[in-house]
């Protein structure tokens, strides 16, 4: 049997919030620390404003960087005005992988109960970049890494994972 070597992904951070600062985001600090223990590389990591241009800014930078294969972001997927993460990002996907958020709030409803109601966290596809929408909670953020993505940046999980429909992500 023929072992598969684990293929390092290089992802890129974002922290959108209002409130926070570089050295009080511990949500993205979280995401960093997870990505590269898992054997990714951090290709940048940044913090924006809850505003859904700022967001797309930095999105669209990444997205047309051939060398980002992922982004996570964490913050702004809530209910309140400002949050607007959703709205940036969802103009940007070729495809939404409606599966992601579905999952999230079933795991997310054994810690939290009927408050993940509240959390609109998504995922797709955007110039075969993998982008992940995450709740700003540290807390949110592990379960989100350790219960969903983790598993599918490593193109050694089976019987399928997002790694491997990368050289296909363009097809047409």
């Known amino acids: 049997m023929t072992k ?18 570089e050295a009080e985001d511990v949500s993205g600090k979280l995401l960093v620390s997870k990505l590269t223990e898992a054997g990714h590389h951090c290709a940048e990591k940044a913090l924006v404003r809850d505003d859904k241009y700022a967001i797309r800014a930095v999105i669209s930078r990444w997205i047309a960087d051939d060398d980002v294969q992922a982004v996570l972001t964490t913050g702004g997927t809530g209910i309140t005005g400002r949050d607007g993460t959703p709205e940036a990002v969802q103009p940007l996907l070729d495809k939404e992988i409606e599966g992601f958020g579905e999952m999230f709030r079933v795991l997310s409803y054994a810690e939290i109960k009927t408050s993940t109601l509240q959390s609109r966290t998504l995922c797709g596809v955007a110039n075969s970049t993998y982008i992940f929408c995450l709740p700003g909670s540290s807390g949110a953020c592990r379960l989100g890494w350790d219960k969903l993505i983790v598993e599918q940046l490593d193109n050694r999980t089976l019987p399928c994972n997002l790694v491997m429909l990368m050289p296909r992500l363009n097809e047409s």
Not at 4 to 19: G, M, N, P, Q, R
């Open 4 to 21: 598969t070597l684990f293929k390092s992904l290089s992802i890129a951070v974002l922290t959108i919030s209002d409130t926070r600062t």
